[in-house]
C-alpha cells in the first residue's frame, strides 16, 4: 500500500492539497501524479486519532469507533423503494428516508444511520442535502452520516443542524452529525466534488469518513490481494488528504473494495469474494492502528429471502469477526444495493444481533467455567434450570431476536405458519404507525420551515396522516 502511495501516486489532487502536500515534502513524479513519501504516510498513520469519537443526540447511542470495538450501520443510498409485501421496486422517496430513519431508532443492533435511501422527488440537490439531513435529525436520536452532493451544502446543512441542536455552541459539544465522502475515481485519481466534500466537512467537527469503493476485475485488480492493496492505499489517500489540510483529524478509512461477476462485470455484493475481499480490508486498516470502515451486507437478492439471508449473514460475520470498527451497509439493502427494504431492515437487526454475539465470544474465567455448578447440579437436582447461574445469564450472557420464530412447529402452524418477511411486514407496520419521535422542538421546527425549503409536510409526521 505504502509502496503504490510512494511510486505510483495519485492523480487530480485539488489544488489546497497539492499546494499542502508539497510543502509536508511530497512531490510530482514523471506522470505528473501527487506520490507522497513512505515516511510521511508512517508520520500521519502515527499521528491520527485511533478512535473516532462520535456523538448521538442520545448519549447511550455514542459510539467509539476504533480499537477492537464493532459497530453496524445502515448506509447503501438506494434509489428505489421495496414496500411492504410488493414484489416489484419503485423510486424512492423523502417520506421513504424519514420512515427508514423513524424505524432504525427503535433498532438496537444497528448504532447508527446514514442516509439509507435517495429523496429521488427533489431534483434541486441542495434541498435535497438539507431534507436529507432534516428527516434524519427528526427520525432518529442515533448518529447520523451525511453525504452531500457539493461543499457548498455543507454549511447551509450546518447552520439547519445547529437550530436543532439549540445553538452552535450546543452542537460543537455534541456534534450529532458528521460528513465525508468517496474522494477517490479508482483506479488512483482523487475527484474533485467528493473532495471538496470531504474537506469541507470537517468543518461539522466530528471525525470524516472517507471510502473507496474500487470494483475488482473492472476499476480494481481482479486479483483479491491486488484489489486490498488498491482500496487500502486509496482509503490511505483520502485520510492523507484531510491530513493536508488539518493535521490529526480524526479520519474513519473506509476502503470498501468491490467484486465483479466476472462472466458480465457486474457488481456482486453478495458474493464470498466480496465477503473475504472487504474483511482483508479490514484488517489492514486495523493492522494500521486506524478506525475502519468497510461494506458488508449487500446481497444481490432482490427480496428478502434466503439468499439474502446466506448472503448477508456471511459477508457481516466475516466483517464483524476480522475486528472490522463500523460494519455498513448492514441493513435494509437489496439487489446490490439498488433498493431498500424496511422489512429486510428488521430482519438484519436480528441477525446484527446474533453476529455481535459471536463478536463478544465466550468469557472464560474460573466463575464461567462452572466446575462448582456442575458439581452441585450432578449431587442434586440433576438439571441446571434452577440454578442461580442459569437465571444470571438468562439476560447477560444470551442475545434473544425480536423476530426470529423460536416457537414449536404446533405453536406456528396454528399462527397461521407465517414467514419471517410476513412477521417483518407486521414489526414494521406496527412500529411505524405508532412511532413519530419529536427530537425537533416544535418552536424549532417552524424558524426552520420558515428559512430553509423542507419538503415534508409537517403532518406526514404524526399518526394523524400515516400511510401505516
Not at 515534502?25 to 505528473?32: D, I, K, S, V
Not at 441542495?126 to 447520523?144: F, M, P, Q, R
Request: aromatic share 6%.
Amino acid at each position: 500500500m505504502l509502496d503504490v502511495l510512494e511510486n505510483i501516486g495519485m492523480a487530480d489532487p485539488i489544488p489546497v492539497v497539492l499546494e499542502r502536500s508539497l510543502e509536508r515534502g511530497c512531490y510530482l513524479n514523471e506522470h505528473g501524479r501527487l506520490c507522497f513519501p513512505r515516511a510521511l504516510v508512517e508520520d500521519v498513520i502515527a499521528n491520527t486519532p485511533k478512535v473516532a469519537h462520535f456523538m448521538a443526540r442520545d448519549p447511550q447511542h455514542d459510539m467509539q469507533v476504533g480499537g477492537q470495538r464493532v459497530y453496524t450501520y445502515g448506509g447503501g443510498e438506494a434509489v428505489n423503494m421495496l414496500d411492504v409485501g410488493a414484489s416489484s421496486y419503485r423510486p424512492s422517496t423523502l417520506l421513504d428516508l424519514y420512515d427508514a430513519a423513524r424505524l432504525t431508532d427503535r433498532m438496537k443492533n444497528i448504532h447508527a444511520f446514514s442516509r439509507l435511501v435517495v429523496a429521488t422527488e427533489i431534483e434541486d440537490q441542495l434541498a435535497c442535502d438539507i431534507n436529507s439531513a432534516y428527516v434524519s435529525a427528526a427520525g432518529t436520536s442515533k448518529h447520523t452520516q451525511l453525504t452531500f452532493a457539493a461543499a457548498a451544502h455543507v454549511q447551509p446543512t450546518l447552520e439547519m443542524l445547529y437550530m436543532i441542536a439549540g445553538g452552535e455552541k450546543k452542537f460543537r459539544e455534541r456534534p450529532f452529525c458528521n460528513g465525508g465522502g468517496c474522494p477517490v475515481i479508482s483506479p488512483l485519481r482523487y475527484g474533485r466534488d467528493n473532495s471538496e466534500v470531504c474537506i469541507e466537512s470537517i468543518k461539522m467537527g466530528s471525525p470524516v469518513w472517507v471510502i473507496v469503493a474500487p470494483q475488482a476485475g473492472a476499476t480494481a485488480p481482479a486479483a483479491l490481494a491486488g484489489a486490498v492493496v488498491q482500496s487500502v492505499a486509496e482509503a490511505l489517500a483520502g485520510l492523507l488528504m484531510i491530513d493536508m489540510v488539518e493535521p490529526g483529524f480524526p479520519v474513519v478509512v473506509g476502503p470498501w473494495p468491490f467484486v465483479s461477476d466476472l462472466r458480465t462485470g457486474a457488481f456482486s455484493g453478495g458474493s464470498g469474494e466480496e465477503a473475504v475481499v472487504s474483511a482483508g480490508a479490514a484488517q489492514m486498516v486495523n493492522f494500521y492502528g486506524l478506525p475502519s470502515s468497510v461494506g458488508a451486507g449487500m446481497t444481490d437478492s432482490k427480496l428478502p429471502d434466503y439468499q439474502a439471508g446466506y448472503e448477508k449473514a456471511l459477508a457481516i460475520a466475516l466483517a464483524a469477526q476480522s475486528g472490522c470498527n463500523n460494519v455498513s451497509e448492514s441493513s435494509g439493502m437489496l439487489g446490490s444495493l439498488m433498493a431498500l427494504s424496511l422489512e429486510s431492515l428488521v430482519i438484519d437487526n436480528d441477525l446484527l444481533g446474533a453476529v455481535m454475539r459471536t463478536v463478544r465470544g465466550i468469557e472464560v474465567n474460573e466463575q464461567t467455567l462452572s466446575y462448582d455448578v456442575i458439581e452441585q447440579v450432578v449431587r442434586g437436582e440433576g438439571h441446571y434450570l434452577r440454578s442461580p447461574q442459569t437465571l444470571e445469564l438468562m439476560r447477560s450472557g444470551y442475545e434473544y431476536p425480536d423476530l426470529a420464530d423460536r416457537s414449536t412447529a404446533d405453536e406456528w402452524e396454528a399462527a397461521g405458519s407465517p414467514d419471517s418477511r410476513l412477521q417483518a411486514g407486521q414489526r414494521v407496520r406496527s412500529i411505524l404507525s405508532s412511532h413519530y419521535p419529536e427530537y425537533i422542538d416544535p418552536a424549532v421546527d417552524t424558524k426552520i420551515r420558515d428559512q430553509f425549503p423542507i419538503l415534508i409536510p409537517r403532518e406526514a409526521m404524526t399518526g394523524a396522516s400515516s400511510r401505516w
